[in-house]
């Protein structure tokens, strides 16, 4: 058994006590550790600080309120450890500790929010991480927010922003949190690496999250940028799929020779960008003027440099 194993084993044992476990329950509860009292000791040692570390709240309680004398024991208070019931269905939960299992998350922080997402797993869980993700100094606490419907006040980009977060994502290499900004009176998107120090949680259950949302928004959205409305023209052959990808209420023309104009939401130009390159020649970007020149010079740049031909 290696060491990841025994620490969701400990956890599970020290959630699921009433009242505080010795270290004597715990070796016989837990398995794993090696033979041996003194070994036993330093593995348990080493152990309780790495959950600690994780920010799992491994409390030192007396065995007996009564008899002091019987020493101290170990739980992990469940008010403590758990977010708040994120309203997840089964299927979602399932692939909410899928994801615990197989992803790491690089960073302290990263660890804790992946440690708290919560529920108990029917089945052991595939042993070692399969992938990698950059963490963040900010993800646990953004989570938090989310789930518990809490406001974040924040600094960003030289100014104070407040924001209902609706959801959080992963993209391009960069965690986004995405909500209603009070001071813009819109949806935002922010990047949690942008924050400067760390957000202020208001009140839970402050606000109520926009209806019909609950999907991950689309790639040219995720960004922090300066938000425009890009109109796209696609040809005929390939109306049906932008349609497809970008939503029946986005097209705002439709010609006769079977052609579709299309508008979306630009946050992020480089998803933008890939966007429209994805059809190829059958696909023009009208305007606004200013995207439209940006697209013509990005395009020019990458020919000159002989990365397309």
């Not at 016989?28 to 090696?34: A, D, K, L, Q, S």
């Not at 939960?93 to 029917?122: F, N, P, Q, S, Y």
């Not at 208001?202 to 940028?225: I, L, N, T, V, Y």
Request: hydrophobic share 40%; aromatic share 8%; charged share 30%.
């Amino acid at each position: 058994m290696n060491r990841l194993e025994r620490l969701i084993n400990l956890v599970a044992a020290l959630l699921d006590a009433n009242v505080p476990l010795g270290r004597d329950d715990l070796r016989f509860r837990v398995p794993g550790y090696p033979d041996g009292e003194e070994a036993f000791r330093r593995a348990f040692e080493r152990d309780k600080e790495a959950l600690r570390s994780m920010g799992i709240p491994v409390s030192v309680e007396p065995l007996s309120q009564a008899t002091p004398e019987a020493g101290m024991g170990y739980r992990i208070p469940r008010e403590q450890y758990y977010l708040r019931d994120p309203g997840l269905a089964a299927d979602e939960l399932a692939a909410l500790h899928l994801a615990a299992a197989t992803v790491r998350l690089e960073g302290t922080a990263g660890d804790e929010a992946m440690w708290k997402l919560g529920g108990a797993l029917d089945q052991p869980a595939p042993a070692g991480a399969i992938a990698a993700l950059p963490g963040s100094e900010h993800l646990a606490d953004v989570f938090e927010a989310v789930t518990a419907r809490c406001p974040l006040t924040f600094a960003y980009r030289g100014a104070t922003r407040t924001v209902d977060p609706w959801r959080i994502a992963f993209r391009n290499g960069h965690w986004y949190m995405n909500g209603f900004d009070h001071e813009r009176n819109e949806e935002r998107s922010f990047r949690l690496d942008r924050f400067d120090g760390a957000p202020e949680m208001g009140s839970p259950g402050s606000f109520e999250r926009a209806q019909g949302r609950s999907g991950p928004r689309p790639p040219w959205e995720m960004g922090d940028e300066e938000e425009v409305s890009a109109e796209i023209l696609v040809d005929a052959p390939q109306a049906g799929q932008v349609i497809a990808e970008v939503g029946e209420e986005a097209v705002r023309e439709r010609r006769d020779d079977g052609s579709v104009v299309v508008a979306v939401r630009v946050t992020n130009r480089d998803a933008f960008r890939t966007l429209v390159l994805g059809f190829l020649d059958h696909a023009e970007v009208l305007g606004p003027d200013e995207l439209r020149a940006d697209m013509v010079s990005w395009l020019e740049a990458m020919a000159a440099s002989g990365t397309v031909t």
